[in-house]
Structures are given as structure tokens and as C-alpha cells.
């Protein structure tokens, strides 16, 4: 079983704002992802990463960056939030297994600007 | 580029009957295949998932699909449906020759189970 974690579940914040989504996972993957999820839609891409300071955009444009200082910890920023970022940001990571890599989710966080 | 499109945003059906969610892909290169299931206020899960060994692949929770290429699908089925099946089902594609394993989602399709 897979163990990544996000913190916080849910965050309603004010335009302007700097955040911090943060995501760990204890299992030592190297490989770990941030994806952007609309009510009802499907995943973007939005930032990844192959190890330590190694990162990469997306596919989707995105406005926030990430940091990889340390394997197990791949956080997301927003300088200044806007109620366009309001969204559920799903972070993964991902080990081999057999042929393929398979990504494990954390949770997401809800994050809601006003 | 590759995609994926799921026919149908949602599907309802009853109790024990037949689950069937429809996945096509598109991809220039030979793909992984993947489905994954999302519960409310959950990450998603990984279901099973396709990487050119057996074209019929069995995964968690009673699930399986097949993958043809000549029809480039990769539908999802369970023989009888469960309460606990209710949530959004995601196709994911990956292409085989690139590292790093980055997917490209469907959709999604939103299962409802009536009593």
C-alpha cells in the first residue's frame, strides 16, 4: 500500500495570498507528479519530477511552481493566489512494477479562492 | 500525442447487473493502459492496468478489461455491480518507449448504482 499524503485536505483562501500545498510520500520514489482536477473533469498534468532537483511543467499551464530539495517532499506553490487556481490538486508518485511505472495518489486538496 | 476519450460521463446501473465503461485511446506508439477509480474526496486508485502481456487483464474489486488494438479500446467491465462500485472510473494511457511513466487521462465516467 501506497503512502503519499497531502496537506491540507481542503484550503479556502483570499485573492493575493501566497500558499503552500504540500505533498510527502515515505516511499522513496523517485518520481512524483502534480495534477489539476476540475469538478467533473479529468487530470492535467501540471508539474513532475524524475528526483531530486529535477523539475518539469506539464502539460497544462500552469502559474505555480515546485521545488524538489528532498525525495520524499514535492511541494506546490501559488505566489498570489486568484479565484482562477480554485481547483482539486491531486500530487502522485510512482515505482516501477514489471514493464510499467504505476503512480499512487495522495487525497488532493481542495483548494478554494474568493 | 496521445488521448484518450471515455463514451459517457455518466452510467447508471442496478444492482447486480453488468458494468461496462467504454475507453478508446489514441497513441503513435505501442501504450500502457491504465484504469483507476476516485470515491469522493479521494486520490485515485489503480484498478489494472495493460502493458502488452495478456490482452484480457484482470484487476481489484471484481474489474477487468481487454485491450484491442484493432479497435484501439480498452473497455472496462464487472459481471455484476456492487453499491460500493459507485465513483468516477478514469482511462489513462502512457506511452511504452518514454521514462517516467506521465499518463494522460480520459474524461471519466461517474458510475451510479441503484438499489
Known amino acids: 500500500e501506497a503512502d503519499i499524503y497531502q496537506t491540507p485536505r481542503y484550503l479556502v483562501i483570499g485573492t493575493g495570498k501566497k500558499i503552500t500545498l504540500e505533498c510527502s510520500q515515505t516511499?522513496?520514489?523517485?518520481?512524483m507528479y502534480w495534477y489539476q482536477q476540475d469538478p467533473g473533469m479529468e487530470l492535467h498534468l501540471i508539474h513532475y519530477?524524475?528526483?531530486?532537483?529535477?523539475?518539469e511543467k506539464g502539460d497544462l499551464s500552469s502559474e505555480s511552481t515546485v521545488s524538489r530539495i528532498r525525495t520524499e517532499h514535492f511541494p506546490l506553490t501559488l505566489e498570489s493566489a486568484r479565484p482562477s487556481h480554485t481547483s482539486q490538486y491531486l500530487c502522485?508518485?510512482?515505482?516501477?512494477?514489471?514493464?510499467?511505472?504505476?503512480?499512487?495518489f495522495g487525497p488532493g486538496t481542495r483548494l478554494t479562492v474568493t | 500525442a496521445q488521448s484518450v476519450t471515455q463514451l459517457g460521463s455518466h452510467v447508471s446501473v442496478s444492482e447486480g447487473a453488468l458494468v461496462l465503461l467504454r475507453c478508446n485511446y489514441s497513441?503513435?506508439?505501442?501504450?500502457?493502459l491504465f484504469w483507476y477509480v476516485q470515491y469522493p474526496n479521494q486520490g485515485l486508485q489503480l484498478l489494472l492496468k495493460?502493458?502488452?502481456?495478456?490482452?484480457l487483464v484482470k484487476g481489484i474489486n471484481g474489474f477487468e478489461a481487454e485491450f484491442k488494438k484493432s479497435e484501439t479500446s480498452f473497455h472496462l467491465t464487472k459481471p455484476s455491480a456492487h453499491m460500493s462500485d459507485a465513483a468516477e472510473y478514469f482511462c489513462?494511457?502512457?506511452?511504452?518507449?518514454?521514462?517516467?511513466?506521465?499518463?494522460?487521462f480520459g474524461g471519466g465516467t461517474r458510475v451510479l448504482v441503484k438499489p
Open positions: 497513441s503513435s506508439v505501442p501504450p500502457y
Open positions: 502522485a508518485s510512482s515505482a516501477k512494477y514489471g514493464d510499467t511505472y504505476e503512480q499512487y
Open positions: 516511499m522513496g520514489h523517485d518520481k
Open positions: 519530477s524524475y528526483g531530486v532537483n529535477s523539475t
Open positions: 489513462a494511457v502512457s506511452d511504452s518507449r518514454a521514462a517516467g511513466n506521465k499518463l494522460t
Open positions: 495493460y502493458t502488452s502481456a495478456a490482452t
